[in-house]
Structures are given as C-alpha cells and as structure tokens.
C-alpha cells in the first residue's frame, strides 16, 4: 500500500522554525517529485513548494527564503524546513507526490497522485 506519512508540526511563535518531515512507504521516492501544500482554515489548498526527483526546487512568493525544501532519497523521506515563521503561515500542510519522467516539479494540486495525511502548523504568540 501506497502511503506518505507525516511527522512535524505544532505551535511555534512568529519567528520561529519548524520541520516537517514526509516519508514513502511501500514505494521509493526516487522517480517522484513532491510537493507540499497548505490549507488555512476557509481557504482553498495552495502550493507552497515542490521538489523535483533531480533535486530542483522551487517555492511560493509568500515562503521564497524562508521555506527550504530538501529530499534524503536514502531515508525515503522529503523535509520542509520553515523559518522565520509568520501567523499567515497557519494552516494545515500536506505532502504529496507524483511519479513523473520529467525534471521538474508540478506546482498544481491536480497533479499529484498520493497524498499525506497532513499535519497542523499554528504560528501563534
């Protein structure tokens, strides 16, 4: 069975940094890219990174230089770090993937297969 597990998350003060970690189970990640998305109460799910199978990156306006996404191939798992941490930065942050042939990453919701079951962020003094 297909499935990405979430691990992370929590409340943390604005300023403040997070790891949230998204590991594969029963598949490799090696051919898939991965994206992470946010949901904030009473709004539609956005992209907030992704992440290619041949490690490009790229990242919303709102999280570029303050998010880092990498991948550990070896360990099957795909990080978003988060720093700097603002109260808009709440939500609700899910992982998912999609085997792709290319070298980039989908920034589409639409485009992904397997999903996490997501975890919570509050950024809250």
């Known amino acids: 069975q297909l499935q990405l597990v979430q691990s992370g998350g929590g409340l943390v003060q604005p300023g403040g940094s997070l790891r949230l970690s998204c590991a594969a189970s029963?598949?490799?990640?090696?051919?898939?890219?991965i994206g992470w998305f946010r949901q904030a109460p009473g709004k539609e799910r956005e992209g907030a990174s992704c992440i290619s199978r041949t490690y490009m990156t790229k990242y919303a306006d709102s999280v570029q230089g303050r998010f880092t996404v990498s991948r550990d191939n070896a360990k099957n798992t795909v990080y978003l770090q988060m720093n700097s941490l603002k109260p808009e930065d709440t939500g609700v942050y899910y992982c998912a993937a999609v085997l792709v042939a290319g070298t980039t990453c989908p920034v589409s919701k639409v485009e992904y297969d397997y999903w996490g079951q997501g975890t919570q962020v509050t950024v809250s003094s």
């Open positions: 029963g598949f490799t990640l090696d051919y898939y890219a």
